[in-house]
């Protein structure tokens, strides 16, 4: 297949809001986006040609160099870790005698390159990889084995065997948002009967919260979504399929089984704002998602659930578009999210003002998450009652959870607001819990002394990320991997984020591999309290979490990770001046850094 690059930005109007997904189409066809595309593209869309290059350098799914005709991407998150994947990936690169990020040479020159990636939200079913940009999870040597062979016979990904790419589906526990049945369009004719000022209010009265972690409340949001000036285009309802979430796969369930509840919700949503746009921004990791979406959509589309005069009410016009993001963990963000939608990087924006006012292209917008709107479609149909009658006063209703590491039953929970955490740990059949990873990296770490906390807005908020760790494993090295993380997905707008970020990750390492100092505890601590403080938006204000939170929960195993040495620099001063020695060709005592022991002794 060759790139007829008139043609697809023809195809999508010559809109440079649609740039991500023109560069989606780009990549499917040529693997990476070449400067001369780059260059083309910028022509073609009036745009300056250095935006399009930094849209194409931000998001991970793409980029400019060569990568082979296969590229091949390894899961880091730690429940992949956790299984193995680490030893898998040395197996490949062992195959194809490449290091890690490289591509193939010798025999296969040009064939492949194998990296990794932040999580593919399989983590029920890991380790887990992507093979340009299908998702393959349940891996095993023999697995390994089967796709090498394949690789190394330039075999079309398209072509090869088709249980490779299965999903499983795992749900052990359904409540009120996996088990009522909706019929298509009874929430809508319920919102209509009802009328959009009075629907607002039942979603206010049934006390609906934003299920993304933060737990905003949803009639707040769509009641000053619907009060903001309106320009002629209209309001517009956004729904955050992006699930980045290191251990965070419900949403995958929750679109693969129950994607017509999810597009009830925000045409609900639009009702009761007075929208007539609807934009479905799905996780770039499930493109296996994207043909039974649109299947979705036209088949409303037919019912007359979707388009023009929705259900034959003259006026009310509301349809949605899918658009898929890139690989970028900052788009969970709803500001950033909406960048991205506008074919930009997913850099987050000031605030204020608000999506509720200024959202997409600068129209008001309500921006809810994938659960969200499957328990506002509910609530339109069933009344705040359904809601209202499980869960806490402060936190209504239920919550999906993904349960993923060190359980008999990893997978999808659906249990009431106010469960214990221990009680979600019996039923996933977890045994000799050391820590617990509540609402992913982002989240809070507990230990195995706050099992009968509960998950609920008053006491563990939680996004959906429930990952367990027994007592095999070394809490540091987890809380190493989420640094890693968080310095991997720095958008890098803002400095307490980009360089707090890094030097986290950096310290940890050294922690872990018994180089590290009570230097390096303290400027953990500081740096995580700093990048709490400044950080321009969430992920740095929650990138140190996982840090301070071990340091109160686990301290004993940073202390015994230490060198013997009281304090020690976090770096070596000697050796930094070691360029300036051969530059100047000197070598002798006074170019040597003296002092260092003394400084030692002071600190």
Not at 119 to 146: E, F, H, K, S, Y
Request: charged share 25%; net charge negative; aromatic share 6%.
């Amino acid at each position: 297949m060759s790139l007829d690059l008139e043609a697809l930005v023809a195809r999508h109007g010559h809109d440079p809001s649609r740039l991500v997904q023109l560069l989606h189409e780009v990549v499917a066809v040529e693997g990476r986006v070449s400067p001369a595309v780059m260059t083309r593209l910028a022509e073609a869309l009036g745009l300056p040609r250095g935006q399009v290059e930094g849209v194409v350098g931000f998001y991970s799914f793409f980029g400019s160099e060569d990568r082979g005709r296969f590229r091949v991407l390894f899961s880091d998150n730690i429940t992949d870790e956790m299984a193995g994947a680490h030893e898998l990936r040395q197996r490949m690169l062992d195959a194809f005698r490449v290091q890690l990020g490289e591509v193939s040479a010798h025999d296969t020159a040009g064939l492949v390159s194998i990296g990794a990636t932040s999580c593919t939200g399989l983590c029920d079913q890991g380790p887990a990889m992507l093979v340009n940009g299908r998702a393959i999870g349940r891996l095993t040597p023999a697995r390994i084995g089967a796709i090498t062979s394949l690789i190394r016979g330039n075999v079309p990904v398209d072509l090869w065997p088709e249980n490779l790419f299965v999903i499983e589906s795992h749900v052990e526990l359904r409540d009120l948002l996996l088990s009522t049945p909706l019929a298509p369009g009874e929430a809508i004719a319920a919102a209509l009967s009802r009328g959009a000022a009075a629907t607002r209010d039942e979603v206010s009265r049934s006390g609906l919260r934003g299920r993304g972690g933060a737990g905003f409340p949803a009639g707040s949001k769509w009641a000053a979504c619907a009060a903001a000036p309106s320009p002629e285009r209209g309001r517009v309802i956004v729904c955050n399929a992006d699930e980045g979430e290191p251990g965070t796969f419900k949403d995958r369930e929750l679109l693969m089984h129950h994607a017509d509840l999810l597009v009830e919700g925000m045409t609900v949503a639009a009702l009761a704002v007075g929208a007539n746009t609807g934009l479905l921004y799905l996780r770039g990791e499930y493109p296996f998602l994207v043909e039974p979406l649109l299947a979705l959509l036209a088949e409303r589309r037919r019912a007359g659930l979707l388009g023009a005069s929705v259900l034959g009410v003259a006026g009310f016009d509301f349809d949605i578009e899918l658009r898929l993001g890139a690989g970028a963990y900052v788009c969970g963000e709803e500001s950033a999210l909406l960048e991205s939608l506008e074919g930009r990087r997913g850099i987050p924006r000031n605030r204020p003002p608000y999506p509720v006012t200024h959202g997409y292209k600068q129209r008001p917008t309500v921006v809810n998450n994938v659960e969200t709107l499957i328990a506002a479609a509910l609530v339109a149909a069933h009344g705040a009652g359904f809601l209202r009658a499980v869960g806490t006063p402060q936190s209504a209703g239920t919550k999906v959870l993904s349960v993923s590491g060190d359980v008999a039953r990893p997978g999808v929970y659906e249990l009431p607001f106010g469960v214990r955490v221990g009680e979600v740990l019996d039923l996933a059949g977890a045994r000799d819990t050391l820590a617990v990873q509540v609402g992913g990296p982002s989240g809070t770490l507990l230990s195995a002394r706050e099992l009968e906390r509960r998950i609920a807005f008053e006491d563990v908020p939680c996004a959906g990320a429930v990952m367990v760790f027994d007592t095999t494993r070394d809490p540091l090295a987890v809380v190493e991997n989420f640094t890693r993380f968080f310095a991997h997905e720095s958008c890098g707008f803002c400095t307490p984020c980009r360089v707090g970020t890094t030097l986290s990750a950096q310290m940890m390492e050294r922690v872990v591999h018994g180089e590290g100092s009570r230097r390096d505890l303290k400027d953990l601590a500081k740096v995580s309290r700093l990048m709490r403080a400044t950080s321009h938006c969430g992920l740095g204000t929650t990138a140190g979490n996982p840090v301070l939170d071990a340091l109160e929960k686990f301290r004993p195993a940073f202390d015994t990770r230490l060198r013997s040495r009281e304090v020690l620099p976090t770096f070596d001063l000697d050796a930094s001046l070691a360029p300036a020695r051969e530059v100047t060709a000197r070598d002798d005592a006074g170019a040597h850094f003296e002092g260092r022991d003394e400084l030692e002794e002071e600190e």
